[in-house]
């Protein structure tokens, strides 16, 4: 297994453009999220997914767009880049609640820079 | 809302000493707690899940001990070495994970 893939691992992007940091899971995991990490901030919820067709928002969704078509696809869409969304982002999965134990895995990043 | 809370913020001292990490978080209504180590520019790497139903969990040098009624984990690390240097993060919850901001280790040699 892969586990958890995100890709670019790096992007700068102008204020204004946008773009779509894919990530990927190949464990047949129902639940996955994205985090962003700034410094001082720690990690914070985006937005979540709990199983294909079925999103939500998290602590900080604004600027923010994802869809889940399918179970191994997790997609983030920034659509107006601002330079406040510089930031290491991060996509996780874990396997659905009723399954024990309920553990999260992480992708490696992506560091996006907006100037 | 969960809020997580870990103490001290940052801790460095010498190679060799047993390390107590803590946590704390306000809603106890989880059935797992994970504790996760990242290195400066990586991912998270998870260390230790502990269900709801057990009490600690034990992996090599490290023990991670829950007690949900009063909202608190900790972090043992036994005698600590150069290669713990790293930010150890507590992730209290089932998918809505919220984090705490950290513990910053650094190990002297």
């Known amino acids: 297994n892969a586990g958890v893939t995100q890709t670019p691992k790096f992007q700068v992007l102008k204020t204004g453009q946008s773009m779509t940091l894919q990530c990927a899971q190949d464990?047949?995991?129902?639940?996955m999220s994205w985090y962003r990490q700034d410094p001082g901030m720690g990690l914070r919820l985006i937005h979540y997914?709990?199983?294909?067709?079925?999103?939500d928002q998290g602590e900080v969704p604004n600027g923010y767009n994802v869809s889940r078509s399918t179970t191994e696809d997790f997609p983030l869409r920034l659509l107006s880049a601002a330079p406040s969304q510089t930031s290491v982002y991060f996509c996780?999965?874990?396997?659905?609640?009723?399954?024990?134990?309920?553990?999260?895995?992480f992708g490696p990043g992506t560091r996006l820079t907006v100037t | 809302k969960q809020e997580v809370t870990q103490i001290p913020a940052a801790l460095s001292v010498p190679e060799g000493e047993n390390l107590v990490l803590n946590c704390s978080f306000t809603?106890?209504?989880?059935?797992?707690l994970q504790w996760f180590r990242q290195d400066p520019g990586k991912g998270l790497t998870s260390l230790l899940l502990?269900?709801?139903?057990?009490r600690e969990q034990t992996s090599g040098r490290l023990n991670a001990s829950l007690d949900k009624s009063s909202g608190r984990s900790t972090l043992y690390i036994a005698a600590s070495q150069p290669g713990d240097s790293a930010t150890y993060l507590c992730?209290?919850?089932?998918?809505?994970?919220?984090f705490g901001k950290g513990t910053r280790l650094h190990i002297l040699p």
């Open positions: 996780a999965s874990s396997p659905p609640l009723r399954t024990r134990p309920y553990e999260q895995y």
């Open positions: 502990i269900q709801s139903s057990q």
């Open positions: 464990m047949n995991h129902e639940y």
């Open positions: 997914s709990v199983g294909a067709g079925i999103t």
């Open positions: 809603d106890s209504a989880i059935y797992n």
């Open positions: 992730a209290p919850g089932d998918d809505k994970i919220i």
